[in-house]
């Protein structure tokens, strides 16, 4: 019988390790939790430029080298909030993709589910802010699963054009523009908090890009 890779058997089998070791799991997951909690509301509040290492662990019952036991610096706490948010909305994106049915209905309902996504994340930071406290506005921080939906994006656009579902442009450059601009459009829109009109932001966000898309040049012209 094959010995079983060290780290594999660990991840499927905690357990193996001791009684203790599954409980061991679950304060790690703990611990991290309440870390990406706090620094979601210490960079609300403060910013991402002003806000401390030291700031995020007076909102957690961790001490500082507990803390370092998890993350090395503000910057990976950003980048690990960030990759959450995309993780969890890369499978959003794939469903709407797989229910479309030409190029311009996926682009509408992809812009509409991310700016849905973007609202409720909003909405549920809002909810763990103090009551008075002013909104900063956040910085973007590109880490691996920001660049994993970027793949996802591209992929599907590419996908798209080879089964003739949109015009044969350069994927590369159509999926950096069509993200590049709902973000923008997605900020702009929460800016307007608490008078959000989905909607038009939507409509907004779509007919730029698809308005956009109609003028670019076939690949190989």
Known sequence: MPVADDASAIAAAPEALGPGA??????????????????????????????????IIRRTPLSVGAFYNYYRSKEEVYEALAADGARRFKPILRAEYDKATDFDSFLRAAITAFFR????????????????????????????????VFEEVRAVIADGIERGLAPRVDADYLAAAAIGVAREVCDRMLARRPDIDLEAAVDFAHRMIQGGVEALPAVGE
């Not at 909690?37 to 960079?43: I, M, P, S, Y």
């Open 22 to 55: 599954g409980k061991r799991e679950e304060t790690k997951r703990a611990n991290r939790r309440a870390i990406l909690d706090a620094a979601r509301q210490v960079f609300g509040e403060m910013g991402f430029e002003a806000a401390s290492v030291r700031d």
């Open 117 to 148: 996504f973007s609202i409720a994340e909003h909405e549920a930071w809002q909810m763990m802010r103090p009551t008075g406290e002013r909104s900063h506005a956040h910085i973007r921080v590109e880490g691996p699963e920001q660049k994993a």
